[in-house]
């Protein structure tokens, strides 16, 4: 099947959404197969409206932009999940006494959020593989969006924990907020081995740190990074002096240090350090 043609993709999943929805399980005969969604680098997303005109669940299929959560898997194990214009219905006073009007009421702000919690929790099941919460971007929050994995909860801990150390973080949305660093959209480069990477401190005063967030990259790999990702302008290649980067809890920029040389590639601060640990080496 054509690219053009799975993007055209829709299935009605629901026709109506309502407070008493309890589960969230659905078969879809004209899905396409797991091999041809992976070919076509696209991904199962699932759209929940709610409002005075329409009430539906919907499943659609988009192209995905890959990120370190989700690169070592193949995209059919993952769903998308998205509120973007939710505000749950309740039929009117007169409408459950039994009048024939069928307009509806918004429920309460605390209802549409139960109603978005439950189905978190619950999960979704398609074709009769259930698909559990992974996480989300901070964008993704911004937007009521997240990733499902198809795993038990269990198996989706392990993974998050390979990612990352989390556990000394105390508050729920620092610890969001961090393991929302993996959700974000970037493009994986290369791997890069931990022993080619040094930390070193940050340049700063009492109240003010120079470097906040810039570490160093060598003259080699700064070469090698250009022409993997393919980066020119007008036509012609070039390589930056400052690179945007994502490895493993790190996260900043590094600018070309003339200096380098030998088996370090980077040099990272402790103001890019935003978690710690993780079997993930990938470079983006």
């Not at 959209?185 to 890069?192: D, K, L, N, P, Y």
């Not at 906040?212 to 390589?239: H, M, Q, W």
């Not at 980067?245 to 040389?261: A, L, Q």
Request: hydrophobic residues 35%; glycine residues 6%.
């Amino acid at each position: 099947m054509a690219n053009r043609n799975i993007q055209g993709f829709s299935f009605i999943l629901q026709h109506s959404v309502t407070p008493e929805d309890k589960e969230w399980s659905y078969k879809v005969p004209t899905l396409p197969k797991s091999n041809t969604l992976n070919s076509n680098s696209v991904i199962k997303a699932v759209t929940v409206v709610s409002n005075s005109t329409k009430q539906q669940i919907e499943l659609r299929l988009q192209n995905s932009a890959l990120n370190r959560a989700i690169s070592s898997d193949p995209l059919d194990q993952f769903l998308v999940v998205s509120f973007p214009d939710f505000r749950l219905r309740v039929p009117r006073p007169s409408q459950i006494e039994g009048d024939g009007n069928a307009s509806t009421l918004p429920a309460t702000a605390r209802e549409s959020a139960d109603y978005i919690v439950n189905l978190l929790q619950t999960g979704i099941i398609l074709n009769g593989v259930q698909y559990n919460f992974y996480g989300h971007s901070n964008s993704q929050l911004k937007s009521k969006a997240c990733f499902m994995f198809a795993g038990t909860k269990s198996q989706i801990s392990r993974k998050i924990e390979a990612l990352g150390d989390f556990s000394k973080m105390k508050t729920v949305a620092k610890k969001a907020k961090r393991i929302g660093l993996l959700f974000s959209v970037a493009q994986i480069a290369t791997s890069v081995d931990p022993a080619r990477c040094e930390d070193i401190p940050d340049i700063e005063t009492n109240d003010y740190v120079f470097t906040d967030g810039c570490g160093l990259i060598s003259p080699r790999f700064a070469r090698e990074l250009a022409r993997r990702v393919k980066i020119g302008f007008r036509n012609v290649r070039y390589t930056p002096s400052v690179f945007q980067i994502r490895y493993r809890g790190y996260k900043g920029v590094v600018e070309v240090d003339p200096t380098m040389e030998g088996k370090t590639v980077l040099k990272l601060r402790k103001s890019m350090k935003k978690f710690s640990g993780g079997s993930d080496v990938s470079f983006s």
